[in-house]
Nanobody
Framework: VQLVESGGGSVQAGGSLRLSCEAS????????LGWFRQAPGREREYVAA????????TVRDDLKGRFTISHDNNAKTLYLQMSDLKPEDTAMYYC?????????????????WGRGTQVTVS
């Protein structure tokens, strides 16, 4: 499975962006789908995740109300809708997936990563 993110860009504070992640290959065994982000000089951090087989989604507490994660039924496309963006949301955003049943909110449990899409909020 390969992952390719898109939808990043430069926006003013208060604006919105919708990120997409397209997965190629066999996604039928996907357990976790997640969005993570990494700002310069900082560690990669969890943003939101989908427990594909269980049908549940989760968003980091401090991002709830502004960020929404969703996906299509066959785990081929993952989305992150971001609204009321703030300068502190500026980061490279990464899509990740894994087939193992683990905590989908931890980056260490993901074996497949995209190359990222840059989000800059000014």
């Amino acid at each position: 499975v390969q992952l390719v993110e898109s939808g990043g860009g430069s926006v003013q504070a208060g604006g919105s962006l919708r990120l997409s992640c397209e997965a190629s290959g066999d996604t039928t065994s996907t357990y976790c789908l997640g969005w993570f982000r990494q700002a310069p000089g900082r560690e990669r951090e969890y943003v939101a995740a989908v427990y594909v087989r269980q049908g549940g989604t989760t968003v980091r507490d401090d991002l709830k109300g502004r960020f929404t994660i969703s996906h299509d039924n066959n785990a081929k496309t993952l989305y992150l809708q971001m609204s009321d963006l703030k300068p502190e949301d500026t980061a490279m955003y990464y899509c990740a997936s894994d087939n193992r049943a683990n905590m989908c909110t931890y980056a260490k449990y993901y074996g497949r990563w995209g190359r990222g899409t840059q989000v800059t909020v000014s």
